[in-house]
């Protein structure tokens, strides 16, 4: 079972760039396909980015299209999630969540597609 713990979260200011991580402890991550999700105070927990098990198929909310970069480096057992032109309303706890699956080429868009959750990661955007 792959448990994922996500880090780097911090208070950026508006129009600036974070990039958070996914390790996985567990099994390898390379059996996964990962996504983010994240949660604003009083909001239920929205799809972010999600990437399948090979690497080659992305999807995106519509909101982070052109600004968010899901990625995935199998080899440091890591997924990434790189935020430029943050805006206040990013404001959120971001979660990493996996699913075990033999599909390679399938990038999973909702949350009771996932087996595994992190903890999560705050990140603060200041206007």
């Known amino acids: 079972q792959v448990q994922p713990v996500e880090s780097g979260g911090e208070l950026v200011q508006s129009g600036g760039s974070l990039r958070i991580s996914c390790a996985a402890s567990g099994r390898t991550l390379s059996t996964c396909a990962m996504g983010w999700f994240r949660q604003a105070p009083g909001k239920e927990r929205e799809f972010v980015a999600a990437?399948?098990?090979?690497?080659?198929?992305?999807s995106y909310e519509d909101s982070v299209k052109g600004r968010f970069t899901i990625s995935r480096d199998n080899a440091k057992n890591t997924v990434y999630l790189q935020m430029n032109r943050l805006r206040p309303e990013d404001t959120a706890v971001y979660f990493c969540a996996a699913k075990s699956t033999v599909w390679a080429g399938t990038a999973y868009t909702r949350r009771d597609e996932y087996d595994n959750w992190g903890q999560g990661t705050q990140v603060t955007v200041s206007s």
């Open positions: 990437i399948s098990k090979s690497g080659d198929i992305t």
